[in-house]
């Protein structure tokens, strides 16, 4: 069973547009939510998160909107450029499963210059 | 400072063979956490090593098994290996043990069994 469902699957934007990667969850024990960036050849790599505390976090270009009623959380990258062209995972967390993180499937995302 | 380091970079072994992964983690890290990702779908959690001791485990068999040395560096051991052990191996060192603790990813071990 996914614990973390994710969409869409692939994503195309043109440079500068908006991107946005959902997130959905079930388990009401999670309370951190990161996303991780992960290149060709390369293990994922932290690139926000947020406590559910807070609705929303931005780091740059980089934002994460949280909803904790409907249990969704999504990450939109602004003014979108290539070299964000890379997969990117949603994951979550609890302190009762310690540091194993539940990962979504990914979302392929495709910048155009 | 030096990141997760893993070796080795590929490896193609044939099935019913056995299989030692092995990762460095980074400096000043305690706790390392193995990942299986298969092609086109997100990391899923193997076992995690805290102090040399295993500390959670995910849906894995017990053919999976795991050590963590005194300098906190980690084997991840598959036996009898099955087809569908082919895969993307990831470690990820943490500062600790707690779920907002980051975890720090090596570049991983890809394993494909013929």
């Known amino acids: 069973q996914q614990q973390v469902k994710q969409s869409p699957q692939s994503l195309i934007v043109q440079k500068g547009g908006i991107s946005i990667i959902n997130c959905a969850y079930e388990?009401?024990?999670?309370?951190?939510f990161p996303w991780y960036q992960q290149f060709p050849g390369k293990g994922p790599a932290l690139l926000i998160a947020?406590?559910?505390?807070?609705s929303e976090k931005k780091e740059g270009r980089f934002t994460i909107s949280f909803n904790k009623s409907a249990k969704q959380f999504s990450l939109h990258i602004m003014d979108s450029q290539p070299g964000d062209s890379a997969t990117y995972f949603c994951a979550a967390s609890s302190g009762s499963t310690l540091g194993r993180l539940y990962f979504g499937r990914g979302t392929q995302l495709t910048v155009w210059p | 400072e030096t990141g997760v380091t893993q070796s080795p970079t590929h490896l193609i072994k044939t099935r019913g063979q056995q299989v030692t992964l092995r990762c460095s983690s980074q400096s000043g890290h305690n706790t390392v956490s193995w990942y299986q990702q298969a092609l086109g779908q997100g990391p899923q959690f193997i076992f995690q090593?805290?102090?040399?001791?295993?500390?959670g485990r995910g849906n894995f068999p017990p053919r999976f098994s795991g050590l963590q040395f005194p300098n906190y560096s980690s084997e991840l051991n598959v036996n009898a290996l099955e087809l569908d052990d082919s895969a993307l191996y990831l470690c990820?060192?943490?500062?600790?043990?707690?779920?907002?603790?980051?975890?720090?990813f090596g570049p991983g071990t890809r394993l494909t069994v013929l």
């Open positions: 090593y805290y102090r040399e001791e295993e500390n």
């Open positions: 388990n009401t024990a999670f309370d951190y």
């Open positions: 990820a060192s943490s500062s600790g043990l707690a779920g907002t603790d980051t975890q720090y």
């Open positions: 947020i406590r559910p505390d807070v």
